[in-house]
């Protein structure tokens, strides 16, 4: 999966979270959530501006080059290196701040040292312009720096501040309970001197992939400490300040964590809650998966579900399965079993409790060569888990698979079934590169828990780089069991492509069509039913690529160099929340570009009220795009204004001296604001407008409440949030840092 995720048995702390008293450190009351000054630790603040959106773009990573899109990691060691990265579609982060949360009562001699490394720059004046690669310098030590208690000037709070995510109740570590009052954070930011550049900065040979480098060493740490990192920028769609954070809620979640090491008897010194569903929060959002670095040679691969389904089993029942290495052509090189359990507990009273299994290859007792357990739920839900047989030596004919519960209690699972993943060399075939993601991952709706439709999502990344000039062929080979669901690749869905024999669900896609150069990800998505049905788990993923002529558009259905791309973008936008463009011919990654518009400029505006002007274009495109969907929110209190129903507003598209409405859907109310598609076979400048009489298609959904921490913030302008009126800091409260610049 590419997480460390938080390991350690949560409980509230006892000794070590004690509520903090008046005259503890940090006397300032954080404004609000957005649009105030943030106080830095050299005295200094900066505008957090952050109106909406930055959850995408930024991330803490353990490996930059490999893992840009980073992990939660939790960690026991002191002292250690992580780095914070940008992946966003403007490519760049003028300024990094680092934020720093201490959970309970900082000691007298509590010390952290911080020190810094990236690359500086003077920022443009351009909107949403990265930095030439000749104006860019690594410098090594941007920060050095001393955080002690006195600089801990912000009052104990829950949250982190993220705009109109979650607001006042956003998460400052992935798995937190938020509604916990009595476990509250210290917080201090650092501000690094340093920029984040990403892919799409098209500066190439960047140190640690342009990431900004952290070194940190704790002193006295008895508590649990998290870092988090905030993006400032000069220009861009969201103005000057700082509008970007590391996503700690759902899907996408990154983050780094310090358990400190508490005094003889102090107790457990991590906070309350958990992560992965072992928290009091529903652990059925979806995670992601990320495949190792792929293989290459002549021949095939195939993963093919093996015979059988052992059912439930109690302490001391058997099962047996079966599978059968075939005698395709060639020679036989790699050849992986997987074995499929859910729904392991302890039969008395339903809690989850891990397998405690017995497996034979016929009759030879094995060990698994890896495990992949998640909760179906809350931290008590039963367990699922996956499996990894690594074979040698397999024989030809039937081989016989016993599986024996081996707990000595009332504990139950269920055999789901297993697959087998063959790879045969054959010089005759063609090469193939193959890369296989791993895992478990139980995913379904649960709307009471908070989780929703989009959350509902597990992940397999694929991000081994492929000439898609010399690729004649792509398949997805995909296994996962429970409930039936979706399975999508990039920016393609198929409702219908899973098949079902017994528990066990595959699949087999040609992908070539949608396939992109780098970063290629297949989507297990629950659907309704499966909220009143079971649990969909996300288990086995394979991306097989074959070298070769890719086809001509005059061979038929076949996917070509020349077949459409399509691709969806996810807009740091406070108002467009996905933009999905279809180009004739691409083979090399684009981007898409949503600006603001306050007005019509010089065009004539249209007969109709408008809410937002809206200019879409492209960058890194060979053509014009054939269609794009644009989807994009209102917010109800402009409609009852306007004296509008949902099926009256419309996306106008400018073309030519007109304005053309344009087929628009409404959807769902989610967060409070209604959603809105709309499909228009061109850019342009568009406008949000209502128009009646329109009778846009409003879908038959029921409107869903509660934010699912994947939700585009308010629209409507904010007014800057009055700042508070703070005191001077209470005598002798002194900063301490020392930097160097």
Same mark, same amino acid.
């Given at each position: 999966?590419?997480?460390?995720?938080? =390991?350690?048995?949560?409980?509230?702390?006892?000794?070590?979270?004690?509520?903090?008293?008046?005259?503890?450190?940090?006397?300032?009351?954080?404004?609000?959530?957005?649009?105030?000054?943030?106080?830095?630790?050299?005295?200094?603040?900066?505008?957090?501006?952050?109106?909406?959106?930055?959850?995408?773009?930024?991330?803490?990573?353990?490996?930059?080059?490999?893992?840009?899109?980073?992990?939660?990691?939790?960690?026991?060691?002191?002292?250690?290196?992580?780095?914070?990265?940008?992946?966003?579609?403007?490519?760049?982060?003028?300024?990094?701040?680092?934020?720093?949360?201490?959970?309970?009562?900082?000691?007298?001699?509590?010390?952290?040292?911080?020190?810094?490394?990236?690359?500086?720059?003077?920022?443009?004046?351009?909107?949403?312009?990265?930095?030439?690669?000749?104006?860019?310098?690594?410098?090594?030590?941007?920060?050095?720096?001393?955080?002690?208690?006195?600089?801990?000037?912000?009052?104990?709070?829950?949250?982190?501040?993220?705009?109109?995510?979650?607001?006042?109740?956003?998460?400052?570590?992935?798995?937190?309970?938020?509604?916990?009052?009595?476990?509250?954070?210290?917080?201090?930011?650092?501000?690094?001197?340093?920029?984040?550049?990403?892919?799409?900065?098209?500066?190439?040979?960047?140190?640690?992939?342009?990431?900004?480098?952290?070194?940190?060493?704790?002193?006295?740490?008895?508590?649990?400490?998290?870092?988090?990192?905030?993006?400032?920028?000069?220009?861009?769609?969201?103005?000057?300040?700082?509008?970007?954070?590391?996503?700690?809620?759902?899907?996408?979640?990154?983050?780094?964590?310090?358990?400190?090491?508490?005094?003889?008897?102090?107790?457990?010194?991590?906070?309350?809650?958990?992560?992965?569903?072992?928290?009091?929060?529903?652990?059925?959002?979806?995670?992601?998966?990320?495949?190792?670095?792929?293989?290459?040679?002549?021949?095939?691969?195939?993963?093919?579900?093996?015979?059988?389904?052992?059912?439930?089993?109690?302490?001391?029942? @058997?099962?047996?399965?079966?599978?059968?290495?075939?005698?395709?052509?060639?020679?036989?090189?790699?050849?992986?079993?997987?074995?499929?359990?859910?729904? $392991?507990?302890?039969?008395?009273?339903?809690?989850?409790?891990?397998?405690?299994?017995?497996? @034979?290859?016929?009759?030879?007792?094995?060990?698994?060569?890896?495990?992949?357990?998640?909760?179906?739920?809350?931290?008590?839900?039963?367990?699922?888990?996956?499996?990894?047989?690594?074979?040698?030596?397999?024989?030809?004919?039937?081989?016989?698979?016993?599986?024996?519960?081996?707990?000595?209690?009332?504990?139950?699972?269920?055999?789901?079934?297993?697959?087998?993943?063959?790879?045969?060399?054959?010089?005759?075939?063609?090469?193939?590169?193959?890369?296989?993601?791993?895992?478990?991952?139980?995913?379904?709706?649960?709307?009471?828990?908070?989780?929703?439709?989009?959350?509902?999502?597990? %992940?397999?990344?694929?991000?081994? $780089?492929?000439?898609?000039?010399?690729?004649?062929?792509?398949?997805?080979?995909?296994?996962?069991?429970?409930?039936?669901?979706?399975?999508?690749?990039?920016?393609?869905?198929?409702?219908?492509?899973?098949?079902?024999?017994?528990?066990?669900?595959?699949?087999?896609?040609?992908?070539?069509?949608?396939?992109?150069?780098?970063?290629?990800? =297949?989507?297990?998505?629950?659907?309704?039913?499966?909220?009143?049905?079971?649990?969909?788990?996300?288990?086995?993923?394979?991306?097989?690529?074959?070298?070769?002529?890719?086809?001509?558009?005059?061979?038929?259905?076949?996917?070509?160099?020349?077949?459409?791309?399509? %691709?969806?973008?996810?807009?740091?936008?406070?108002?467009?929340?996905?933009?999905?463009?279809?180009?004739?011919?691409?083979?090399?990654?684009?981007?898409?570009?949503?600006?603001?518009?306050?007005?019509?400029?010089?065009?004539?505006?249209?007969?109709?009220?408008?809410? %937002?002007?809206?200019?879409?274009?492209?960058?890194?495109?060979?053509?014009?795009?054939?269609?794009?969907?644009?989807?994009?929110?209102?917010?109800?209190?402009?409609?009852?204004?306007?004296?509008?129903?949902?099926?009256?507003?419309?996306?106008?598209?400018?073309?030519?001296?007109?304005?053309?409405?344009?087929?628009?859907?409404?959807?769902?109310?989610?967060?409070?604001?209604?959603?809105?598609?709309?499909?228009?076979?061109?850019?342009?400048?568009?406008?949000?407008?209502?128009?009646?009489?329109?009778?846009?298609?409003?879908?038959?959904?029921?409107?869903?409440?509660?934010?699912?921490?994947?939700?585009?913030?308010?629209?409507?302008?904010?007014?800057?949030?009055?700042?508070?009126?703070?005191?001077?800091?209470?005598?002798?409260?002194?900063?301490?840092?020392?930097?160097?610049?």
């Amino acid at each position: 999966m590419g997480r460390s995720l938080l =390991a350690l048995v949560i409980l509230l702390l006892a000794a070590c979270a004690v509520p903090v008293a008046a005259d503890d450190v940090g006397g300032i009351t954080m404004p609000g959530t957005s649009n105030f000054d943030l106080q830095l630790s050299d005295g200094l603040t900066k505008f957090f501006k952050f109106e909406g959106g930055g959850l995408n773009a930024l991330h803490i990573s353990t490996d930059p080059e490999s893992e840009p899109y980073g992990q939660v990691t939790t960690t026991e060691e002191q002292s250690g290196i992580f780095y914070l990265t940008n992946t966003g579609g403007r490519g760049f982060t003028d300024d990094m701040i680092l934020m720093i949360a201490i959970n309970g009562t900082i000691p007298d001699d509590f010390a952290l040292h911080i020190r810094a490394s990236g690359y500086q720059w003077t920022p443009t004046p351009v909107v949403n312009a990265p930095p030439a690669a000749d104006e860019v310098e690594y410098v090594d030590g941007t920060y050095e720096g001393t955080i002690t208690k006195d600089n801990f000037v912000y009052s104990p709070q829950t949250w982190k501040p993220a705009g109109n995510n979650q607001p006042g109740a956003y998460p400052i570590y992935y798995g937190q309970d938020v509604s916990d009052g009595s476990n509250p954070f210290h917080t201090v930011y650092i501000d690094l001197h340093a920029g984040t550049l990403g892919e799409n900065s098209l500066i190439e040979n960047l140190r640690d992939n342009g990431a900004v480098k952290i070194e940190y060493e704790f002193e006295n740490l008895p508590t649990y400490a998290s870092f988090n990192s905030y993006g400032w920028c000069n220009q861009s769609n969201q103005g000057l300040g700082i509008s970007w954070t590391n996503r700690v809620s759902g899907v996408g979640s990154s983050g780094y964590s310090v358990v400190g090491t508490a005094p003889p008897g102090a107790g457990d010194v991590s906070p309350d809650g958990g992560s992965d569903g072992t928290s009091d929060a529903s652990g059925l959002s979806g995670n992601e998966m990320e495949a190792p670095t792929g293989k290459c040679l002549h021949g095939s691969v195939s993963l093919l579900p093996v015979a059988g389904t052992g059912g439930n089993l109690a302490a001391g029942e @058997r099962a047996t399965l079966t599978f059968n290495a075939g005698n395709g052509t060639g020679t036989l090189k790699t050849a992986v079993f997987y074995l499929f359990v859910s729904d $392991s507990k302890k039969g008395e009273d339903g809690t989850g409790t891990e397998p405690q299994l017995t497996v @034979r290859i016929d009759g030879k007792t094995v060990e698994p060569d890896e495990t992949y357990t998640d909760r179906a739920g809350k931290k008590d839900a039963p367990v699922a888990a996956t499996y990894v047989f690594k074979l040698e030596g397999i024989r030809s004919g039937d081989s016989a698979v016993t599986v024996e519960n081996a707990g000595t209690g009332d504990e139950v699972c269920t055999i789901d079934g297993g697959a087998l993943l063959l790879v045969r060399e054959d010089p005759a075939l063609p090469e193939i590169i193959w890369q296989v993601v791993a895992g478990c991952d139980a995913v379904a709706i649960d709307e009471e828990g908070g989780v929703f439709e989009d959350d509902a999502v597990s %992940r397999a990344i694929f991000d081994d $780089s492929l000439n898609l000039d010399q690729t004649a062929a792509a398949r997805l080979l995909v296994t996962g069991t429970g409930s039936a669901g979706i399975l999508g690749f990039n920016d393609r869905e198929w409702t219908d492509a899973l098949r079902a024999e017994g528990s066990v669900l595959t699949a087999d896609l040609d992908v070539l069509p949608v396939l992109f150069p780098r970063e290629n990800i =297949a989507m297990l998505r629950a659907t309704k039913d499966a909220a009143s049905g079971g649990v969909l788990e996300s288990r086995v993923a394979v991306l097989v690529t074959i070298s070769g002529t890719p086809p001509s558009s005059g061979d038929g259905d076949s996917g070509s160099s020349v077949a459409p791309m399509t %691709r969806a973008f996810i807009a740091d936008n406070p108002i467009v929340k996905k933009v999905s463009v279809t180009l004739p011919e691409q083979r090399t990654p684009f981007h898409v570009e949503v600006r603001d518009l306050e007005t019509a400029g010089t065009m004539q505006a249209p007969d109709a009220p408008v809410y %937002r002007y809206l200019d879409i274009g492209l960058s890194g495109a060979r053509a014009d795009p054939t269609s794009l969907v644009v989807t994009f929110r209102v917010p109800p209190s402009w409609m009852e204004e306007q004296g509008l129903e949902p099926r009256d507003v419309t996306l106008m598209r400018y073309t030519g001296s007109t304005w053309t409405p344009l087929a628009t859907d409404a959807g769902s109310v989610r967060d409070g604001y209604q959603e809105f598609s709309a499909s228009s076979d061109g850019l342009s400048i568009f406008a949000i407008a209502g128009v009646p009489g329109r009778d846009a298609q409003v879908a038959q959904e029921r409107a869903a409440s509660g934010s699912t921490g994947n939700e585009v913030p308010a629209t409507t302008p904010q007014q800057s949030s009055p700042l508070w009126v703070v005191s001077l800091f209470a005598a002798g409260v002194v900063l301490l840092i020392r930097q160097k610049i």
